[in-house]
């Protein structure tokens, strides 16, 4: 039988061995900041408890626009997501959450989610603006043009601004909404 401190003692240890940037917010639990290309940083909490260890973190605010479009795209990531799902809090915000039992807990394992966490975080943030806030970033794009402002982040969202709605990271999406892909995991 694991104990909690055992479970505690190694990720410690692995995350210090992987040279990932954490803080030990209470003796049970990690803050691990995994750094993205889209997400600039992806905050991860894990918390060792009795029976093993929760995963918790924060991907993108509650959407302004499009809640539909971007539920019904996190249900269907979800289907290919190991280890953790995504979520949202009671005003709407969107999480990835999971758990390990305590006899799974091993670096690889540990290795596993962490990677699944930043891969979905960061592979789908784009997708998520797009879908939830695409009239926000329309009004940030013409702000920034009318003050001579830069708009280097924007660029992956020049598409919606130039009238090109089938380019963005966002258009695979939707036809497979409205059909059956025939893809089942």
């Known amino acids: 039988m694991t104990t ?69 795209y996190l249900l269907r990531r979800n289907r290919r997501l190991y280890g953790v799902h995504y979520t949202i809090d009671k005003i709407g915000d ?22 699944q966490v930043l891969e979905a975080a960061d592979g789908d943030f784009n997708v998520l603006l797009e879908l939830g806030f695409a009239e926000s970033i329309r009004r940030e794009w013409a702000w920034r043009v009318s003050r001579g402002e830069s708009l280097n982040n924007l660029k992956a969202f020049e598409h919606l601004v130039n009238g090109r709605p089938d380019d963005g990271p966002a258009s695979w999406v939707q036809p497979a909404d409205r059909a059956d892909d025939g893809d089942r995991d």
Not at 32 to 51: I, R
Not at 94 to 115: F, P
Request: charge should be negative; charged fraction near 30%.
């Open 4 to 72: 909690t401190d055992e479970v505690t003692e190694l990720i410690d240890s692995v995350l210090a061995d992987r040279e990932l940037d954490y803080s030990r917010a209470t003796d049970t639990q990690f803050v691990v900041d995994l750094p993205g290309e889209k997400k600039l940083k992806t905050s991860t909490m894990l918390t060792v408890g009795n029976h093993g260890v929760r995963i918790e973190a924060f991907v993108c605010r509650k959407p302004d626009e499009n809640f539909e479009g971007v539920y019904r």
């Open 94 to 115: 969107i999480y990835l959450v999971g758990k390990m039992s305590t006899h799974a807990v091993t670096g690889d394992e540990i290795d596993r989610i962490l990677g």
